[in-house]
């Protein structure tokens, strides 16, 4: 039995990951899928987002927990402009490679976020030498390069790339960011030329937002989809981060998104699931630039993440109301991905709530997998039987 030490949990006691098995409900019947990867199978790929920290070190129990459960891996940050690249001639590919031999030693297939992002890119992107804004063409010349030098680097291993992140607003209005300051309103259409035109011809090029059930922004979605399709402008999917809460967005307008996107014929990716278990107060979604509130007993309710069993039940209720519309249009989704492999890794920790203790994901801090991961492994295992 492979006993991993819970150094990094910072737990004393030791216990299990790679031999974790579920309860005997869902083991019944032996032929039962015990994993995420296993009964999803077929369906769609399921994975988590790899942090640099992980990759640093060959025994850490997030990694043993990735192996068993999924089957993709999504960098959370090392790709990143910022992280990548942040200063001119200076790259850091330490972790990117980390990942893609990980991936590779593992047979899990990996996914590149992100190549175009308003956020985590730094100034010096926008600028010369001297400090000057760049001309339109500039800007355009520097972000081919950085997809050339990508598809150099990780070409033949990263198959599928968030493309252009979080550049339309709420209302379907497009956001103003640097990019599209410089480049113009035709700034996602460069970037998704350029993709096409650097990264791989078989590389599926998606664009990724979040709020994406909100009505404004997913009905410039589609007419973007279309838009592009109608003129040869490569785009492959649409990428919902599906950053949801424990009462919202509402059943009904995941499943209208998801047969609103379906009908582009574009293929979906759930790219960053989680759900806030915590909940937020002003609004939904995934907005960094948002403010940040303090943690307080209201806010942060379990401070030592002692969660009481109707948690469990309560995401567990949750996860499986939402994996029934996922597997509803199975047809068109070819991805669900959570960000964050354990309660521990989550940005929820420090997001609207700076500090505070939740419990989004289907695995705990400690490594444990939880009721909900059961639940979701049971009714994927059943579904379309
Ligand atoms: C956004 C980004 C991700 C990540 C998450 C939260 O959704 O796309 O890269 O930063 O926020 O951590």
């Known amino acids: 039995m492979k006993i991993h030490k819970t150094r990094f949990f910072g737990y004393a006691a030791l ?10 409900s869902v083991r019944a019947d032996e032929s039962m899928p015990t994993t995420l990867k296993e009964a999803f199978a077929g369906k769609f790929m399921i994975g988590a987002t790899v942090n640099g920290w992980m990759l640093r070190d060959s025994e850490h129990p997030s990694l043993a927990i990735v192996t068993e459960q999924f089957d993709c891996i999504t960098t959370a940050n090392a790709l ?17 490679d980390r990942f893609v031999s990980f991936a590779k030693d593992n047979d899990i297939t990996n996914i590149g976020h992100v190549l175009f992002w308003h956020s985590q890119t730094p100034n010096w992107v926008y600028e010369d030498a001297e400090g000057n804004t760049l001309t339109r063409e500039a800007l ?13 680097l990780y070409g033949d291993d990263i198959k599928i790339w ?34 096409a035109e650097e990264l791989p011809a078989d590389a599926v090029l998606l664009y990724n937002d979040y709020g994406m059930t909100k009505e404004g922004r997913r009905n410039t979605v589609v ?25 919202r967005p509402t059943l009904e307008s995941i499943d209208e998104t998801m047969t609103a996107f379906a009908e582009t014929g574009a293929s979906i990716h759930v790219t960053e699931f ?3 278990y915590l909940g937020r107060d002003a609004y939904f979604g995934a907005n960094v630039d948002a403010q940040m509130l303090k943690a307080n007993s209201k806010n942060n309710p379990y401070p030592d993440g002692n969660y009481p069993p109707k948690a469990d039940k309560e995401l567990a209720d949750r996860y499986e ?20 492999v354990t309660d521990r890794d989550s940005w929820l920790n420090n997001f609207p709530v700076r500090g505070r203790t939740n419990y989004p994901l289907l695995i705990d801090r400690k490594g444990n997998y939880k009721p909900a991961l059961e639940r979701v492994v049971k009714l994927a295992s059943e579904y379309g039987k």
């Open 15 to 24: 216990f299990s990951i790679a031999t974790m098995t579920l309860s005997n």
């Open 80 to 96: 990143k402009w910022g992280s990548f690249n942040p200063k001119p001639n200076e790259y850091r590919f330490q972790t990117p």
């Open 140 to 152: 355009l010349a520097r972000m081919r390069q950085r997809a050339r030098l990508l598809a150099k």
């Open 162 to 195: 968030d493309v252009v992140n979080e550049a339309i607003e709420e209302d379907g209005s497009l956001r103003k960011t640097k990019f599209n300051e410089i480049i113009g309103d035709d700034f996602i259409e460069q970037a998704f030329k350029i993709a």
């Open 223 to 247: 007419a973007m989809i279309n838009d592009f399709k109608s003129r040869g402008i490569r785009i492959d999917g649409i990428g919902v981060q599906g950053h949801w809460s424990m009462h």
């Open 274 to 276: 989680d759900v806030d």
């Open 321 to 340: 109301e939402l994996f029934g519309v996922l597997l509803k249009h199975s047809n068109s989704i070819d991805r669900v991905t959570f960000w964050g």
